[in-house]
């Protein structure tokens, strides 16, 4: 009788499982067709779309692999010299790092270098968003939620921090560097020419280097040049920088932590593949391409710098000007053709004043793709632009910034000389 009633038991057991399993492949199968992704089925669907080829026994990954061993050799012999130095050894971090433990994944965070997509990735990695927010992928993730909201499932370290240090010399760490001249050309476009810190940077650049700033110029702090930009930083850089142009080896010196990668923003797509593969985490891998990422880019920056009416003196908030103010941004940041005048006219004609966002990211969407259908080629317009800013700055001051970031060219193995004449 107690065998009997065992072996109905097990029964009963066995068919409650059999049960669940059903209901399991069930919903999942409701869930793909409501069109709701759980993280896990994203990933299924990126494993089976994804058209990267890179995997650990590739010949493409060994490649990536060995220069990127070249790229930390260089990088430990140069800080086993600096490392004699009073400055390196009293070195104080101000850097952040981002943790997810149950991956051993370590972020440390640079601004104007990748920050962004970076963070996006981890976020979703980590499922680090509440459920009602509907993320099908990390491009779904607005940015102001990366930046500003809480974090549920990470951490944020301090790269001063003792216990982070010890806590990252058992996981992946990595980083993302990126040429000091484009990296403080991007911050000066993002920071200063749009409207993000006019309310506290540009504002304390005015007062200090404008004795007899006007009343206005004080209160929307909204016209500062990258000449104006970079006098601030040669005139304050002893007293520390606001970490979007602070130097990248006070952020996160590889002299003091030992990076497992430190991806470029110059080989950013290659770099993500490999660091990707690197850390098992091919199933992320979407078929990203340069302008999947430009789109994203605009429609972000587009919402975001709108978004920031609130923040903005109500009288220096203008749309049309931020519109036009983003224009020339895309330009300057090679997305759209700099022969294209801006099109406050079409602007006008909509309701653009109502739905400034979806408009303006209309147009210019719109104008990226008969720029591609009309085989407009802009490839070195990016470059070109910045070049011809850097160009009309005094050679004295752009020597002083080549000297303010003078470990950062030599340490990540960037030319400090811009132009051949």
């Known amino acids: 009788m107690f065998y009997r009633g065992k072996t109905h038991s097990c029964f009963i057991v066995q068919l409650f499982i059999t049960i669940c399993l059903l209901y399991k492949i069930l919903n999942y199968d409701y869930v793909l067709h409501q069109g709701h992704l759980s993280q896990k089925s994203y990933n299924m669907i990126c494993l089976k779309n994804s058209t990267h080829q890179l995997n650990k026994t590739s010949l493409e990954f060994q490649k990536q692999n ?29 850097g952040h790092v981002l943790s997810y433990e149950k991956e051993q994944i370590h972020f440390c965070l640079v601004p104007k270098a990748g920050n962004t997509f970076w ?22 993730i607005d940015r102001h939620y990366i ?52 309310h506290k940077d540009a504002l304390d650049c005015v007062k ?34 606001n970490n979007h142009w602070e130097r990248l080896h006070r952020i996160c010196s590889p002299c003091h932590v030992q990076f497992d990668v430190i991806g470029t923003i110059e080989t950013f797509l290659s770099d993500y ?22 789109q994203v880019e605009i429609a972000t920056l587009t919402k975001y ?14 749309k049309t000007d931020v519109a036009k103010r983003l224009w020339l941004a895309f330009q300057y940041n090679g997305y759209i053709d700099r022969h294209m005048h801006f099109p406050k006219n079409d602007l006008l004609k909509t309701k653009f004043v109502e739905y400034p966002i979806q408009i303006f990211t209309d147009i210019v969407l719109r104008t990226i793709k008969n720029q591609t259908k009309y085989g407009i080629d802009i490839t070195r317009q990016k470059r070109t632009m910045m070049l011809e ?13 080549i000297s303010v970031y003078k470990y950062d060219f030599e340490l990540f193995g960037y030319k400090s000389k811009l132009f051949d004449d």
Request: charged share 30%.
């Open 66 to 94: 060995e220069r990127m061993e070249q790229r930390l050799k260089l990088i430990r012999q140069k800080c086993q010299h600096y490392m004699q130095d009073n400055y390196w050894q009293n070195l104080r971090l101000s």
């Open 119 to 140: 963070k996006r990735i981890i976020r979703f990695l980590a499922n680090d968003f509440p459920e009602n927010l509907n993320i099908k992928r990390p491009t779904d």
């Open 305 to 318: 710098n709108f978004d920031l009416e609130r923040a903005v003196v109500q009288t220096c908030f203008d």
């Open 208 to 241: 200090k280097l404008r004795p007899n700033a006007t009343y206005n110029e004080i209160k929307c702090a909204n016209d500062v040049s990258f000449e104006d930009f970079l006098k601030f930083i040669c005139e304050t850089f002893t007293k520390g920088l």
């Open 389 to 401: 800013a850097y160009r009309k700055i005094p050679k004295d001051l752009l020597k002083n910034i």
């Open 147 to 198: 930046h500003e909201s809480p974090l549920i499932n990470i951490q944020r370290w301090s790269m001063q921090n003792p216990i982070s240090r010890m806590l990252m010399t058992n996981g992946k760490l990595f980083m993302i560097a990126r040429d000091p001249f484009s990296r403080l050309w991007s911050a000066y476009i993002d920071k200063f020419l749009l409207p993000d810190f006019w």
């Open 273 to 294: 593949d490999y660091i990707l593969t690197k850390f098992n985490l091919d199933f992320l891998k979407e078929n990203t391409t340069k302008l999947d990422i430009v």
